[in-house]
């Protein structure tokens, strides 16, 4: 007897590759490092097997064979998501390589980059799964290797405590999104997420009232799970204390990577992306799990609350990695202000329908923030340490073009025009005033409620420019700082300008918006509705 | 020969904006002594190629046109596109400014050497350079007004090029906001042309083409705001207080913008748009009049001056005031189509004012620099050997501007005078106030004869009297500032005998770039006209040579005479203290009273707001105490929250 899906689960293996590549050079640096302590060496070994990983992911069959009704029974999905995902991913990691360069000592470079590895083949398979168990496994493959990426460079006090207080906190969050799941499955019997949503959107609206609250309470626990990993306002309490803690590169490491795979994993399991082969029905206009509007609201609630306090307490720090937690916490609450409006919007074609302005902020978020963190790295010298905000004091004297770099970088975190910033706070901003429907208010005044916030961050984004340009050091900084992190200093500072208007933006926004990205709709969809 | 036109049009802007960057980004540290050579290479490249652009235009019938689908705002209904266009008056235009800017620049080189802004001299030269044939080049309103707004800005740059000097400061300040003033009202004016073109289209043909179509009072008013515009620009009254504080600028600023190019941007304006003025004698001659009524009010003032150069920049004023007189004269009405022979007239004027104008500053300029930067006629005197080849040429421009037979100011003011006298024959309601205009632009021209040949004489003959700050061997131009004054000096002895009395340049104009409609034969030369003039010019001279060299004593004795006359005219009839009084002073008393409304009482407020974002901070701050176990509770408690309040609804 044979699978009914065997060949169709063959064909998963070619679409593998890349994430395979990944894996054989991880254990390639793991046993290397072990013969030889030779940071240039593994980071060029590192470099070369992401960028082996892309040849291979350009060169990968473009389209999976799904015969039959084989997406309700494939584990991994390689559409659109998927596809700009391990493409991020990837991009990430070789900056990443780049700023963790000479953050850490020679012995451990080897096992700091195979860790490195195998988490960004995580991240790439968060994007293509398709099934809660393979989702749940390659979070796992993310978070398990961080922890040892947090322990490795420093061993201090301070870095250790961080490690620990990750560790206990991330495994209790995994318990709680294993939870989630565990009532998903309860309620569908299945646990693959395209068959899930299908049972869903399949109850008769009767039955989905008796569904309902089971359905909530999967939804609630399985968003506070993965609240954890983009730092939504209350499951945040980790990242300004471990980030203060950690070294820099583990700092500016956990300020993006987890958000990627948790804002990425949100949009998979929650059908934010209706997997091609589901079929919507006819009279529901919102996708994802939500068989009411309770989806959005939660979102709704969620983004007002992590941008609000992330700003409020960023206003009042002083030393720049905690700020940047801060920072970061902010800039994810408008990240769910685009999921908040995205199920309304999923039937738009334009760029402002939330998958798409979330995507474009999450690279957004990525240029701008790690390269501030390229910058600390760069300049922190342990007798003469950068680490506080009038640390930076006299930048503009001695670092002339850093400290204008620095400025662009500020200026797109505000959300200036023409920088990266702007563009994506402008395309969440408008996607939650263009929603429409019978509580469509709501979402207007969640984009008040960011702007106002905007205004606020402003403020401490500012402080930061002032401190470089007005105010001069006792002791300037001497260091050039060396290559590796101004290289990726002066790319995240080029992405950040060429990425904020055409045809920089387009590339984006085609990336992220071609037409595997939304749902298929039957031809009924189409015509207007009374 | 067509397509090679084409490509210079865009090369012409191009170049001057490229040397601009080039010294701007790289002038300080690699040439900090070479700085003018992009400059000057670019402006002699653009005159060049507007040489061949307006061989192209002469060759060809239709305007030369490029770049119409090259989008540039499209927001809307308001579409802008980098569309040049070069007939007959672009390139009439573009020939003066590149030729008289290539000299004008290699003068500079002499002029500024050694200042410690040398290279922002020139780099903001060249970006002049290129807004001012962007200005003429353009082929919509839109491209127009950009560039308009451009050279108001360069110009800002170049008056206050010495910033550090309060008057400096302030003349540039000045200069801006009273232009600024008028750009208001071009913009009103490209809005009601906007509002009721066809198509919301701000290209000069569609604008044109629809002239007759527009409501009468809208297209009068649409008239008046684009003249307000060029008031403002071209320094005319009551707009005019700027131009003379202006002088504060080096030399060939004052030379290169505020006599030859800038300045007669507005006149350019009107005759641009004369197909639209042609429709409306009521503008028309609020056009005339105000021309005519600043020609008059700066030559009296100019009578009186004592710094050499404020003497030549309100002649620039009243030279202005007759072009735009002029411009207003053309009226068209039945049988009398003058319109175009009025703005040939204008546009004459203007071509050979740019050459003995710029002469005379540039040797203005070159006294200033051999008395040590002393411009006061009263404190130097009798130049005529110290500074032998700036005495010949100041004589040449001189000249050029009095109106002496045969030299080109002759042929232009003629020309204007001709036009007025027909706008007055001819008129069908106004023929009594142009009849007025007439005999005071004769008295004008009597005026312009008199205070030239005043400074003039002031200025070279006489006992040789120089000033302490000359030291004792006042130092003549060196060749680079020499030759450049000698070039224009031919120009502005002969231009006008060239391209007057051949009717070359009225051809150019009437064959490629007057509307049919407009287009008129040039009447023969008014032989009675031409000796009264010739009159009245050597009336003025005599009068000076015998007010300033046989009977210096006269002067004197006639300014006591006619006192009041005399002290309005030195004080400029009081308009700095007029606009001081009634604008300056209840709008920085209105100021104050908003700052300290602003300081306690808004402050306060937003102060206030500020405040509460981190009064939050610090009352949330606590929870963040740094025990894993407690943020873990936190985070059971909160999704606990998220549940109850799911579950409970």
Redesign the interface.
């Known amino acids: 007897m044979t699978h009914p899906y065997e060949v169709q689960l063959a064909d998963l293996f070619r679409h593998l590759v890349p994430e395979a590549v990944l894996i054989v050079f991880a254990c390639a640096l793991f046993i290397g490092g072990l013969y030889k302590a030779d940071r240039r060496l593994w980071g060029g070994v590192a470099l070369g097997g992401l960028a082996i990983a892309f040849l291979t992911l350009l060169i990968a069959p473009a389209s999976q064979n799904l015969a039959g009704n084989a997406v309700f029974g494939v584990p991994l999905l390689f559409d659109q998501l998927a596809n700009v995902t391990r493409v991020l991913a990837l991009a990430t990691g070789a900056i990443f390589i780049l700023l963790a360069w000479d953050d850490l000592p020679e012995k451990q470079a080897a096992d700091h980059h195979a860790c490195l590895l195998v988490i960004i083949a995580g991240v790439g398979l968060v994007g293509c799964s398709n099934d809660l168990v393979a989702l749940l496994l390659a979070l796992e493959l993310v978070s398990i290797p961080t922890y040892v990426l947090l322990y490795l460079p420093r061993h201090d006090d301070n870095a250790q405590e961080a490690a ?2 990750y560790f ?2 991330s495994v ?2 995994s318990a ?1 999104l294993l939870f989630g799941f565990s009532y998903l499955f309860g309620l569908t019997g299945t646990t693959n997420i395209a068959g899930s949503l299908q049972v869903l959107y399949g109850a008769s609206v009767d039955e989905a009232k008796s569904v309902s ?1 089971l359905a ?2 999967a939804m ?2 399985i ?2 799970g993965l609240g ?1 990993r983009i730092t939504a ?3 945040h ?2 990242a ?2 471990v980030m203060q803690g950690t070294s820099t590169s583990g700092a500016a490491f956990l300020s993006f990577v987890p958000k990627i795979a948790g804002f990425i994993a949100i949009v998979r399991v929650f059908g934010f992306v209706v997997p091609a082969g589901v079929a919507t029905p006819i009279e529901r206009t919102l996708v994802g799990i939500g068989l009411s509007d ?1 989806v959005p609201t ?1 979102f709704w ?1 969620l983004a007002a609350l992590t941008m609000t ?1 992330g ?3 960023a ?2 720090q002083d030393n720049l990695k905690r700020l940047l937690a801060y920072s970061g916490i902010a800039h994810a609450g408008y990240m769910l202000i685009a999921l908040a409006a995205a199920p309304y919007l999923s039937s738009s074609e334009s760029a402002t329908s939330g998958v798409t302005a979330l995507l474009f902020y999450l690279v957004a978020y990525g240029c701008m923030t790690l390269g501030v963190f390229a910058v600390i790295l760069m300049l922190h010298r342990p007798e003469r340490p950068v680490e506080t905000v009038d640390d930076l004091a006299g930048l503009s004297i001695s670092h002339p073009g850093v400290a204008l770099m620095v400025t662009v970088l500020m200026l797109s975190l505000i959300g200036f025009p023409l920088t990266i910033g702007f563009t994506g706070k402008f395309l969440v901003f408008f996607g939650a005033v263009s929603v429409q429907g019978p509580i469509a208010w709501l979402y207007p005044t969640l984009a008040i409620i960011g702007v106002l916030n905007a205004a ?1 961050g402003a403020w401490y984004y500012l402080r930061i420019i002032a401190v470089m340009y007005l105010r001069s050091a006792v002791k300037p900084i001497e260091t050039t700082g060396p290559l590796p992190s101004r290289t990726a200093l002066i790319v995240c500072v080029v992405l950040t300008v060429l990425l904020a208007v055409p045809p920089g933006a387009g590339w984006i926004m085609t990336a992220a918006a071609q037409k595997a990205l939304r749902p298929t709709q039957p031809a009924a969809m189409n015509q207007p509705q009374p | 020969m067509f397509d090679f036109g084409i490509t210079c049009l865009w090369l012409i802007p191009l170049l001057p904006l490229a040397a601009s960057v080039i010294i701007a980004l790289f002038g300080r540290r690699w040439l900090p002594d070479q700085c003018h050579l992009p400059c000057i290479a670019a402006a002699i490249g653009a005159c060049v190629f507007s040489v061949i652009a307006f061989s192209a235009v002469a060759s060809e019938p239709q305007p030369i046109a490029f770049g119409k689908d090259l989008a540039w705002i499209s927001a809307g209904d308001v579409k802008a596109n980098f569309s040049l266009r070069a007939d007959g008056l672009t390139a009439v235009m573009l020939v003066m400014v590149t030729f008289i800017g290539s000299l004008i620049a290699i003068y500079s080189a002499g002029y500024m050497h050694g200042d410690p802004g040398y290279p922002r001299f020139f780099a903001a030269v060249s970006l002049f350079l290129f807004f001012m044939v962007g200005l003429v080049l353009a082929n919509n309103f839109v491209l127009l007004y950009a560039c308009w707004e451009g050279v108001g800005l360069c110009s800002y740059l170049l008056i206050g090029f010495w910033f550090a000097k309060p008057s400096a400061a302030t003349a540039a300040r000045k200069a801006f906001l009273v232009t600024r003033l008028g750009d208001i009202g071009l913009l009103i004016g490209i809005m009601i042309l906007w509002t009721h073109s066809p198509g919301h289209s701000l290209e000069y043909d569609a604008v044109f083409a629809h002239a007759d179509k527009y409501p009468s009072g809208v297209l009068f008013w649409a008239c008046v705001c684009l003249f307000i515009g060029a008031a403002g620009k071209s320094a005319q009254f009551p707009l005019h207080v700027w131009l003379p504080d202006a002088m504060e600028g080096p030399s060939p600023v004052s030379a290169l913008i505020h006599a030859a190019t800038m300045v007669t941007a507005g006149v350019y304006l009107i005759a641009r748009c004369v197909p639209l003025f042609a429709l409306e004698p009521g503008a028309q001659l609020l056009v005339a009049g105000i021309g005519g009524f600043t020609a008059l009010l700066a030559a009296v003032i100019a009578v009186t001056q004592t710094d050499l150069k404020r003497v030549l920049a309100y002649s620039t004023l009243s030279q202005l005031g007759f072009m735009f007189l002029a411009l207003g004269s053309g009226i068209h009405f039945g049988e009398h189509k003058l319109a175009a022979l009025a703005v040939t007239a204008a546009i004459f004027h203007l071509f050979t004012h740019a050459f003995f104008k710029a002469l005379l500053f540039l040797s203005a300029g070159s006294v200033m620099h051999a008395m040590g930067n002393v411009i006061d006629m009263r404190q130097f005197g009798g130049l005529r050997k110290a500074l032998p080849i700036t005495h010949w040429t100041f004589l040449c421009g001189a000249a050029a501007l009095a109106g002496v037979p045969l030299l080109s100011g002759f042929w232009s003011k003629d020309e204007v005078l001709v036009s007025v006298y027909d706008a007055w024959k001819h008129s069908p309601h106004y023929g009594g106030t142009y009849c007025l205009l007439f005999f005071s632009a004769l008295f004008t021209a009597g005026l312009t004869a008199f205070y030239t040949a005043r400074a003039y004489f002031k200025t070279f003959w006489g006992e040789e009297k120089l000033p302490p700050e000359a030291g004792h061997h006042p130092h003549e131009a060196p060749p680079i500032m020499a030759w450049p004054l000698r070039i224009l000096a031919v120009g502005a002895v002969g231009v006008g005998v060239v391209l007057g009395p051949t009717h070359l340049f009225a051809k150019m104009l009437e064959t490629r770039w007057a509307p049919p409609h407009l287009a008129a034969h040039p009447p023969g030369p008014n032989v009675v006209l031409m000796v009264f003039s010739v009159i009245l010019a050597g009336v003025g001279i005599g009068l000076a040579y015998w007010m300033y060299v046989i009977q210096p004593s006269a002067a004197e004795h006639l300014a006591r005479r006619m006192a009041t006359i005399y002290e309005f005219s030195s004080k400029k009839f009081y308009f700095d203290e007029l606009y001081d009084w009634t604008i300056v002073k209840p709008i920085t008393i209105l100021a104050h009273v908003c700052r300290i409304v602003d300081t306690y009482l808004i402050d306060g407020l937003v102060d206030l707001v500020g405040m509460g ?2 009064i ?3 009352l ?2 606590p ?2 105490n ?1 025990l ?1 176990q407690f ?2 509770i ?2 059971a ?3 606990a929250g ?2 109850l309040s ?2 409970l609804r």
């Open positions: 620990i207080k206990l906190l209790f969050s709680i609250g909530q309470i609630l626990t968003a506070a954890f306002v209350p499951f309490f980790y300004p204390d309770q939660l609630f306090v700003n409020i307490l206003l009042l606020i | 974002p981190a939050v901070g610090y949330v701050r929870v963040q740094g894993v943020y873990a936190l985070m408690l909160g999704l998220f549940l799911v579950l």
